[in-house]
């Protein structure tokens, strides 16, 4: 069965520094690879994805993830934090079956960004 | 209008009630999923619906019985739940391609509380 690990249940970040929030997965497929962003009080938003196209995958609001087949890792980053990124980021693999997805999340990473 | 949208947003029940959330997508999708998010646990799937058709039950307790009677809806019924139930539920759709790299869009969720 497949399953994602996320390391560090809560990052701290100053404002302008880099994110990094780790996920490492599990798979005996090649996998496809999901992050999701949760804002206070909302429900999940897909940041980026990887489909086995290009391994450094672009998303929204600055962020990246770069696919490590090697590692079994798709971290994801942001070279510039802002406050308003605060908020909990969620790694997930996609386990399909009949052409539908089976997400299976990681336990996720809160986010908090400092002035 | 949001693609997936979530009714009631907060709901308060007793253990003898029977209520129900809602869901509607506008996205054209033909999978529909419900989603448990609790405080001490990862997300997890109770129930996928493709193409109308039940076909992901995740040993949800018989409590929970969902209804999908379109592809565009997709219903939760509850009755006589315990507070350890208490979660905010998210409904999302994606689309069936054959593919398990697809999009699984989330609503904003309905915050349950069972006292």
């Known amino acids: 069965a497949q399953s994602v690990t996320q390391l560090g249940s809560h990052v701290s970040v100053s404002e302008g520094a880099l994110v990094l929030l780790r996920c490492n997965y599990s798979?005996?497929?090649?996998?496809?690879l999901f992050w999701y962003v949760q804002y206070p009080n909302q429900g999940l938003q897909l940041l980026l994805k990887y489909t086995s196209a290009a391994t450094l995958v672009k998303g929204i609001n600055g962020f990246e993830a770069e696919f490590k087949k090697s590692e079994t890792s798709f971290h994801l980053t942001k070279p510039s934090a802002h406050m308003s990124d605060a908020a909990e980021y969620f790694c997930?693999?996609?386990?399909?079956?009949?052409?539908?997805?089976?997400?299976?999340f990681g336990a996720g990473t809160r986010l908090a960004v400092h002035p | 209008e949001t693609g997936v949208t979530q009714t009631p947003r907060h709901l308060v029940m007793g253990m003898t009630n029977k209520k129900s959330l809602k869901c509607e997508q506008h996205?054209?999708?033909?999978?529909m999923y419900w989603y448990k998010q609790s405080a001490k646990k990862p997300l997890e799937l109770m129930f996928v619906y493709s193409l109308e058709e039940r076909v992901e039950n995740n040993s949800v307790p018989s409590r929970f019985s969902p209804e999908c009677p379109n592809s565009s809806h997709l219903f939760l019924h509850l009755h006589t739940l315990q507070p350890e139930d208490s979660a905010l539920y998210l409904c999302?759709?994606?689309?069936?391609?054959?593919?398990?790299?697809?999009?699984?869009?989330f609503g904003e969720g309905s915050w349950l509380t069972v006292v």
């Open positions: 798979s005996s497929v090649p996998p496809y």
């Open positions: 996205l054209g999708h033909n999978a």
């Open positions: 999302a759709s994606s689309q069936v391609t054959g593919s398990s790299g697809n999009t699984i869009y």
């Open positions: 997930a693999v996609s386990e399909g079956s009949g052409g539908y997805n089976k997400l299976i």
